[in-house]
């Protein structure tokens, strides 16, 4: 049995195909140990205001360190091309890297991306050097766009962000992966476990997932479930499943049965 | 109360004199009074703030960090003070 490769993003390499984000928990510390249950080696932050007065302990980098663990930076919020570019500018400026997670939302109750903005913003975003990580939906002639726009990998959602929806749309899923040369990611909407596993069944080479974690009741112990739902997912595609069939076929010979 | 921030506080190591010339800048969407003469570095930590943990925008330009000693900060200056926090 061959020993599965690397996930690999703009030739970098990375043991985890899990990516987490690092909202919406309840403190740092549970943060930092769900961070370390989960195994990833990649997560993303978000660029903000420093709220002038508070206290500035509530920086990521506080917390962080990004020699030990790779810091993705994030749009997140932006819901034009402008500002998107804006953001990811100001997240390379801080001087970890030149990598952008590029997310343009096209509409608040859904937050599904604005993909003509999302192209954009990216074709402008590689043209300025960027590692271009691109959210967008399940839609396959989209995602082409970005691959031909030269994204480092492109990131359809499983379901809305944070709706904890599972898949709901493998066959695209699985026509993106098969389509794409580049890595693909799929980012948002993962709810548990089983939805990871099943994920990661139909052939991409990770998943990026915040909510799931965050909001479980014991988010460390989830972010382990999460760990080893995508290896166990992982596994299960490169085994290769068996074909489904409407009919039952016995498990034990029909041979020998008594008279 | 020249020197005071919006909540009234004055900012760490700000010095009282009414014979300082002010300016009026605006940080993080808020109009600031401070005193002349100060560098981008100098402001940074009037807030408290680590300069190497911050990405600092001048008037909508990003500011390279090595500049931050050199760069005055002008009368009618817009600075948004960024960090990274927790996020998706």
Known sequence: MQADVALEIAGRRFGSRLIVGTGKYRSNEAMEQAIAASGAEMVTVAVRRIDLDRTHEEG??????????????????????????????????????????????????????????????????????????????????????LEDAGCSAVMPLASPIGS???????????????????????????????????????????ILMNTAIAEATDPVRMAQAMRLAVAAGREAYLAGRMPRREVAVPS?????MLA | MPLAGRDGAWPHGARRGEEQAMIEVTVNGDVRELEAGLSVTQLLESLGLQPRLVVVERNREILDRARYDGTPVEAGDSFELVHFVGGG
């Open chain 1, 60 to 145: 990521i980098l506080h917390h962080l360190d990004p020699g030990r663990i790779f810091l993705l930076p994030n749009t997140a919020g932006c819901y034009t091309a402008e500002d998107a570019v804006r953001y990811a500018r100001l997240g390379r400026a801080a001087g970890l890297s030149d990598w952008v997670k590029l997310e343009v939302i096209g509409d608040q109750r859904t937050l599904l991306p604005d993909v003509f903005a999302t192209l954009a913003a990216a074709q402008q975003l590689v043209g300025e050097g960027f590692k271009v990580l691109a959210y967008t939906n399940e839609d396959v002639v989209t995602a082409l766009r």
């Open chain 1, 164 to 206: 904890g929806l599972g898949l709901v749309n493998p066959y695209f899923v699985r026509e993106i992966k098969t389509r794409l040369h580049c890595p693909v990611i799929v980012d948002a909407g993962v709810g548990t476990a089983s939805d990871a596993c099943e994920t990661m069944e139909q052939g991409v080479d990770g």
């Open chain 1, 252 to 256: 034990s010979p029909l041979a020998g």
